[in-house]
């Protein structure tokens, strides 16, 4: 819908975030290193890894700084970076 708005939008989408009252998935940590270690189970353990507070805050303020053109999306592995796609490396479809 947000697509077919002709809205610029970006849209963070992790996982399962780490914060304050949030610690116990640090106990995964070793078996989302493990499942990443399978070729076949990399994409989904990564697409499904776990991001901190502080790696979603500093997600939306380069969301905010950056804005999209078009609709951008960013997944688990940009957000743990702590880099969104610029504007050159947007897909807008």
């Given at each position: ?56 805050v ?23 970076s ?12």
């Amino acid at each position: 819908m947000i697509r077919a708005s002709g809205l610029n939008a970006t849209i963070l989408r992790p996982w399962y975030g780490l914060g304050p009252g949030h610690f116990w998935p640090y106990r995964l940590k070793p078996g989302y290193w493990l499942v990443r270690q399978i070729p076949s189970m990399r994409e989904g353990a990564t697409r499904l890894g776990l991001v901190k507070l502080e790696q979603m805050v500093a997600a939306l303020v380069l969301s905010v700084e950056a804005p999209a053109a078009g609709t951008r999306i960013v997944e688990v592995p940009e957000i743990a970076s702590g880099r969104t796609p610029q504007p050159a490396e947007r897909a807008s479809a």
